[in-house]
């Protein structure tokens, strides 16, 4: 390992918080903490870029203890970027970019053109060469963030730390700055320690994951064998909701209700948006029958009272069959969102002929009419809310539940 601790134990006032601390990670790899707020994490980083005295144990870089380097030598090989806010008065963005520069300059500081260079080029790096002459404090929290990261790269580490980096980003800037780590680490060689929050862009983006749960290494590993829907459960304390690590994304609890009046046919992806609008505005639904490998499936299973589905590959089985047109007929409203209808022996377009067959009331979201025998009327277009004691079926409340495709 490039960058690895041996028995460490870290925390404050001589007290270890987290003891026997045994991570590593190989040059120009990727390394993320992965925790809940106060599990520890920023105090690991803290530990090993000497920002905190450790209580025990040690930390190696390229085999050589960091308690043998001094602090230019330390600086030169490792920069980093913590959460606390810093306040430099009367600096602009460049000066303090500038300041990465300086384990490299003589005693006097003073930067050369070829420091002047690098420091402009990391600054563009990280989209901020226009704000080079404006005050630092006088930036938004993100901006700040970005220009510490200019700061950091500025130094041209061996290895870089960095504390919730993305915290005050937004989605474009976040994109951006992890493709700028994720390419340091391929093309130049340099290995990075972070901490995250978001769970989705770790798994995308690192090559190892620790994940720290009360003061404690909870696990390590690479994301494909460390983190799964459960890790993630127990690791967060999750009771209530989900989060699917395929999806990348954050459910809430399920709507519940003892039944539910409503069935939806989803599928191809068509199924999600209106599966989101239902349960906004608190309405229990069915769905089917959708494939095990549909993307509908995996939001379905967390908001849906019943998911009916299918192995995938598979023509939809009788017991399948049946067990869908169970749950339809029981339901007052049935909303086609635009599934595909091709094929004579399409069972899903069965089942909605059986909806219309039987004057069910059907919100249809597809822009054709469904061609078959249904294809002599017109779908009604209504919209389903419910109110304290019945179902409402009035089509001047379809935007209310933002169903209009």
């Known amino acids: ?150 700061r950091a790269i500025c130094q041209q580490p061996e290895i870089i730390i960095l504390d919730e980096p993305t915290s005050y980003l937004d989605i474009r800037h976040k994109i951006e700055l992890l493709g700028i780590l994720r390419s340091m680490a391929v093309k130049q060689n340099v290995t990075v320690i972070l901490s995250l929050h978001e769970v989705d862009l770790a798994a995308k983006l690192a090559d190892t994951i620790i994940l720290v749960k009360d003061n404690t290494i909870f696990g390590s590993g690479c994301p494909e064998d460390v983190l799964n829907d459960g890790v993630i459960k127990t690791l967060y304390g999750i009771e209530a909701g989900s989060f699917n690590m395929l999806m990348g994304s954050v459910e809430l609890p399920r709507t519940c209700m003892s039944d539910s009046r409503v069935f939806v046919f989803g599928g191809d992806g068509y199924g999600t948006r209106c599966y989101r609008a239902l349960h906004k505005s608190g309405i229990s639904f069915c769905t089917g029958v959708l494939y095990h490998n549909d993307v509908d499936y995996q939001v379905a299973m967390s908001l849906a009272r019943q998911t009916i589905f299918e192995k ?90 933002s169903l209009c495709s």
Do not use: W
């Not at 009367?90 to 520069?101: F, Q």
């Not at 005693?107 to 060469?129: C, N, P, Q, W, Y």
């Not at 007929?329 to 599934?339: A, Q």
């Open 1 to 150: 390992m490039y960058f690895k601790t041996d028995n460490l134990s870290v925390g404050y006032g001589g007290k270890a918080l987290i003891k026997n601390i045994n991570i590593g990670v190989e040059k120009g790899k990727i390394l993320c903490l992965l925790g809940p707020n106060g599990s520890g994490k920023s105090t690991i980083l803290r530990s090993i870029s000497k920002h905190l005295k450790k209580i025990a144990g040690t930390v190696f870089i390229a085999k050589e203890d960091m308690n043998s380097l001094n602090s230019v030598e330390v600086a030169k090989r490792l920069s980093v970027v913590l959460t606390e806010k810093v306040a430099p008065e009367l600096m602009t963005c460049e000066e303090v970019v500038a300041t990465g520069r300086y384990p490299y300059t003589n005693h006097f500081g003073k930067l050369t053109d070829d420091d002047h260079r690098i420091i402009e080029e990391s600054m563009e790096a990280v989209s901020v060469l226009d704000l080079m002459d404006q005050e630092f404090t006088h930036l938004s929290d993100g901006q700040k963030q970005r220009v510490l990261l200019a």
């Open 312 to 401: 995938s590959f598979r023509p939809i089985s009788d017991v399948i069959y049946e067990q869908a047109c169970k749950a339809m007929l029981k339901c007052e409203v049935i909303i086609d969102t635009g599934f595909d209808l091709d094929g004579e022996t399409n069972r899903n377009r069965q089942l909605l002929e059986l909806a219309y067959n039987t004057n069910k009331s059907i919100l249809s979201l597809r822009k054709q009419t469904l061609k078959s025998k249904a294809e002599v009327q017109q779908f009604e277009t209504i919209g389903a809310m419910i109110n304290s004691e019945k179902l409402k079926l009035d089509s001047d409340e379809m935007s209310s539940i």
